[in-house]
T-cell receptor, first 113, second 108 residues
Framework: DTAVSQTPKYLVTQMGNDKSIKCEQN?????MYWYKQDSKKFLKIMFS???????INETVPNRFSPKSPDKAHLNLHINSLELGDSAVYFC????????????FGSGTRLTVV | KNEVEQSPQNLTAQEGEFITINCSYS?????LHWLQQHPGGGIVSLFM???GKKKHGRLIATINIQEKHSSLHITASHPRDSAVYIC??????????FGKGTKLSVKP
């Protein structure tokens, strides 16, 4: 029944590894986002997709690559993980770009050791 | 300077008190969002508003577009209201620009 579901909830991995975080929404929303919450709890946009099309690609390292196979899914793949990538990553969705309400996933806490 | 500023950063209140959290923004917005993040980490959308005032239970959100200012009020506060409250400006592409949050602690 979860509206926006992310997996895994926790991810502990070693430096240099490649990992993916998956996100799915069953709300029929057109737009999906990835946000990063750093150690100071500050949230910042990383990417957004509208109907599988990349809309926003903020200044994030090329090691981060989003993939949207369909409008209900937006996955985040991270190559060559670094210590500084440790954060909580939130997936979210909204009906469309513009003034629409948001639904957030429960977050994925990534720890790079 | 952050595009979205919130005050106060931390707020401690006694149960039953009326609480106000303020938000000022310097960017053009399509809407202003108020979010709640509980200690467990999940984020819940409380309000999205582009004018006037909205009320949901004991929560009230107001916005003044001309002054680029919004407030979140909690009436008859309760310990279960303890959380981080985040103001976010909605951009034209749907993305949110967040404030740094206000950590609220309501003591019984």
């Amino acid at each position: 029944d979860t509206a926006v579901s992310q997996t895994p909830k926790y991810l502990v991995t070693q430096m240099g590894n490649d990992k993916s975080i998956k996100c799915e929404q069953n709300l029929g929303h057109d737009t999906m986002y990835w946000y990063k919450q750093d150690s100071k709890k500050f949230l910042k946009i990383m990417f957004s997709y509208n109907n599988k099309e990349l809309i926003i690609n903020e200044t994030v390292p090329n090691r981060f690559s989003p993939k949207s196979p369909d409008k209900a899914h937006l996955n985040l793949h991270i190559n060559s993980l670094e210590l500084g990538d440790s954060a909580v990553y939130f997936c979210a969705s909204s009906q469309d770009t513009g003034p629409w309400g948001y639904t957030f996933g429960s977050g994925t806490r990534l720890t790079v050791v | 300077k952050n595009e979205v500023e919130q005050s106060p950063q931390n707020l401690t209140a006694q149960e039953g008190e009326f609480i106000t959290i303020n938000c000022s923004y310097s960017v053009g917005i399509s809407a202003l969002h108020w979010l709640q993040q509980h200690p467990g980490g999940g984020i819940v959308s409380l309000f999205m508003l582009s004018s006037g005032k909205k009320k949901h239970g004991r929560l009230i959100a107001t916005i003044n577009i001309q002054e680029k200012h919004s407030s979140l009020h909690i009436t008859a506060s309760h310990p279960r209201d303890s959380a981080v409250y985040i103001c976010a400006a909605g951009g034209s592409q749907g993305n949110l620009i967040f404030g740094k949050g206000t950590k609220l602690s309501v003591k019984p």
